[in-house]
């Protein structure tokens, strides 16, 4: 079993940044690749960022390109997500997941694993 507790949301201002993290324990290292999941109300969860816990290259959704940045420290079993240049159509809940399996990262039901979620709120 593995747990994910995300921190770091809160409100801001469109044009800010923000830095989520999540932090992995339990059985981390049967984790293959974790990702950061949005849900914002009223629509369906959709993929942020993906990344490799071995390595390569991260995956991230054609509307945060260039503007969100998704890293792992192996050392803490962190994951982040630091978010700058925020738009209001960021505001959702922000889940991070875990996978032991191979899929394509934009499959949601490949994720074994989700943490509690942590609010963003961007206000114009």
């Known amino acids: 079993q593995v747990q994910l507790v995300e921190s770091g949301g809160g409100s801001v201002q469109a044009g800010g940044s923000l830095r989520l993290s999540c932090a992995a324990s339990?059985?981390?290292?049967?984790?293959?690749?974790m990702a950061w999941v949005r849900q914002a109300p009223g629509k369906e969860r959709e993929g942020v960022a993906h990344?490799?816990?071995?390595?390569?290259?991260?995956h991230y959704a054609d509307s945060v390109k260039g503007r969100f940045t998704i890293s792992r420290d192996f050392s803490k079993n962190t994951v982040y997500l630091e978010m700058n240049s925020l738009k209001p159509e960021a505001t959702a809940m922000y889940y991070c997941?875990?996978?032991?399996?191979?899929?394509?990262?934009?499959?949601?039901?490949?994720?074994?694993?989700w943490g509690q979620g942590t609010q963003v709120t961007v206000s114009s």
């Open positions: 997941a875990a996978a032991i399996i191979y899929t394509a990262w934009t499959r949601l039901d490949g994720y074994e694993y």
């Open positions: 339990g059985d981390t290292i049967s984790m293959k690749r």
């Open positions: 990344i490799f816990t071995g390595g390569g290259v991260p």
